[in-house]
């Protein structure tokens, strides 16, 4: 039977420790958060900017809904693509230097628009192992021959892509990598592309906003250029403190997925409030650097606080600092304990991190103040 099937797999995550369980908030995103009548200090959200519930952004949307209404009421090639989306899409490519952007509803479907979108059977993907799980699922929907390579490897890349025969090569990884921090190294993955005549996706959905002058993101930060081969996918939910994503590239490169990525075409077009809202928030984005210093000396705080004590931090120069533990079970009863002390950090475990590897993902928004970050070092040391 189906049900007992599903029923006796939901057993084995229970005593694997794998179990995910919600937690409904009664207050909207922020360090300070009520859950069951209690109030926590987070340290869970991607709002890296905080400015998720930010007045400029409530107001843009208000306004915004009440010039746009709120639906957009069909897909972008029917009907649904409204000012506020074009506008948008202006702004995000002249922000990140490309020729056009086109914009998504999330992060995870503009993934699985390009890659199908760009390589299909005669073609190959290299892919970095530590790939976030949309970029992974984009792949295999592709049906591409895929090769990934170890962790931010580049002579492992370049051994692959000389042994490729494939018609269409394309790079895919993440700029920032999601569950440790890390950056990937885009110059070196450039110049393979460069040298092997290969696409290079990049993923920034936590660099966007963060990194780079004014914000503008990864490729920003290295000071790479917006070269014709490069592919460059910003998302909107995390640091731009909304919804949506957007590609921005080559003007026949955001032509031709504008035509064939089918969770462009096939989907209703996002909320032309979010656009809005979007809008204002670009722009408080490009004078965020008040807010980008305040995330890193709070991310400093943090490394100096925890530094020789017996938690485990990885090198990450982002606003994400994950506390490496191990074990499932382990870290789970840190979290718990954690959380016991009005700190909710959240556990992050397997499948989303390699089996062995189960970490507290502490990620700082400018949101936080240095006495909240103080209480997250004070109430770790006091478990060492
Ligand atoms: C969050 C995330 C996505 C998905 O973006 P959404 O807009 O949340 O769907 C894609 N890639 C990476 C690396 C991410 O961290």
């Given at each position: 039977m189906i049900l007992e099937e599903l029923q006796s797999e939901l057993d084995h995550l229970q005593r694997d420790g794998l179990r995910r369980q919600r937690r409904t908030l009664?207050?909207?995103?922020?360090?300070e958060a009520r859950v069951d009548g209690r109030s926590l200090l987070s340290f869970?959200?991607?709002d890296y900017l905080g400015l998720a519930g930010e007045p400029a952004l409530v107001d843009a949307a208000c306004a915004g809904a009440r010039a746009w209404?709120?639906?957009?009421?069909?897909?972008h090639l029917v009907s649904g693509h409204l000012r506020p989306h074009a506008a948008l899409e202006q702004q995000l490519a002249t922000f990140t230097g490309f020729a056009r952007a086109l914009l998504f509803s999330t992060g995870y479907m503009a993934n699985l628009g390009i890659v199908p979108a760009l390589v299909g059977r005669c073609d190959a993907v290299f892919a970095d192992r530590l790939n976030h799980a949309s970029l992974i699922d984009a792949v295999q929907l592709s049906r591409a021959d895929s090769r990934r390579y170890p962790h931010g490897d580049l002579a492992a890349l370049e051994r692959l892509l000389a042994a490729s025969r494939a018609r269409r090569k394309l790079i895919l990884t993440d700029?920032?990598?999601?569950?440790?921090?890390d950056l990937a190294p885009l110059p070196g993955l450039l110049a393979l592309a460069e040298r092997f005549d290969a696409w290079l996706v990049v993923d920034d959905a936590h660099g966007?906003?963060?990194?780079?002058p004014q914000g503008r993101g990864s490729l920003a930060h290295f000071q790479?250029?917006?070269?014709?081969r490069l592919i460059y996918m910003g998302t909107l939910?995390?640091?731009?403190?909304a919804a949506g994503a957007f590609v921005a590239g080559d003007a026949t490169v955001i032509d031709w997925l504008e035509q064939r990525a089918r969770t462009y075409i096939f989907t209703t077009a996002g909320s032309p409030l979010v656009a809005c809202a979007l809008a204002a928030s670009l722009e408080l984005i490009a004078e965020g650097d008040t807010r980008r210093q305040r995330l890193w000396q709070l991310s400093a705080q943090l490394r100096e606080g925890l530094a020789a004590t017996r938690w485990r931090l990885l090198?990450?120069?982002?606003a994400i600092q994950p506390v490496i533990i191990g074990d499932n079970h382990e870290t789970l009863r840190v979290a718990a304990a954690l959380y016991e002390h009005g700190l909710w950090v959240p556990a992050i475990r397997p499948p989303t991190v390699?089996?062995?590897?189960?970490?507290?993902?502490v990620s700082l928004t400018a949101a936080h103040t240095p006495q909240h970050v103080a209480r997250l070092v004070d109430a770790l040391r006091g478990m060492a």
């Amino acid at each position: 039977m189906i049900l007992e099937e599903l029923q006796s797999e939901l057993d084995h995550l229970q005593r694997d420790g794998l179990r995910r369980q919600r937690r409904t908030l009664a207050s909207p995103c922020g360090p300070e958060a009520r859950v069951d009548g209690r109030s926590l200090l987070s340290f869970c959200s991607n709002d890296y900017l905080g400015l998720a519930g930010e007045p400029a952004l409530v107001d843009a949307a208000c306004a915004g809904a009440r010039a746009w209404g709120v639906g957009s009421g069909a897909s972008h090639l029917v009907s649904g693509h409204l000012r506020p989306h074009a506008a948008l899409e202006q702004q995000l490519a002249t922000f990140t230097g490309f020729a056009r952007a086109l914009l998504f509803s999330t992060g995870y479907m503009a993934n699985l628009g390009i890659v199908p979108a760009l390589v299909g059977r005669c073609d190959a993907v290299f892919a970095d192992r530590l790939n976030h799980a949309s970029l992974i699922d984009a792949v295999q929907l592709s049906r591409a021959d895929s090769r990934r390579y170890p962790h931010g490897d580049l002579a492992a890349l370049e051994r692959l892509l000389a042994a490729s025969r494939a018609r269409r090569k394309l790079i895919l990884t993440d700029a920032v990598f999601s569950m440790d921090g890390d950056l990937a190294p885009l110059p070196g993955l450039l110049a393979l592309a460069e040298r092997f005549d290969a696409w290079l996706v990049v993923d920034d959905a936590h660099g966007f906003g963060v990194l780079g002058p004014q914000g503008r993101g990864s490729l920003a930060h290295f000071q790479l250029p917006a070269a014709r081969r490069l592919i460059y996918m910003g998302t909107l939910g995390k640091a731009a403190g909304a919804a949506g994503a957007f590609v921005a590239g080559d003007a026949t490169v955001i032509d031709w997925l504008e035509q064939r990525a089918r969770t462009y075409i096939f989907t209703t077009a996002g909320s032309p409030l979010v656009a809005c809202a979007l809008a204002a928030s670009l722009e408080l984005i490009a004078e965020g650097d008040t807010r980008r210093q305040r995330l890193w000396q709070l991310s400093a705080q943090l490394r100096e606080g925890l530094a020789a004590t017996r938690w485990r931090l990885l090198p990450s120069p982002t606003a994400i600092q994950p506390v490496i533990i191990g074990d499932n079970h382990e870290t789970l009863r840190v979290a718990a304990a954690l959380y016991e002390h009005g700190l909710w950090v959240p556990a992050i475990r397997p499948p989303t991190v390699p089996r062995g590897s189960a970490r507290l993902r502490v990620s700082l928004t400018a949101a936080h103040t240095p006495q909240h970050v103080a209480r997250l070092v004070d109430a770790l040391r006091g478990m060492a």
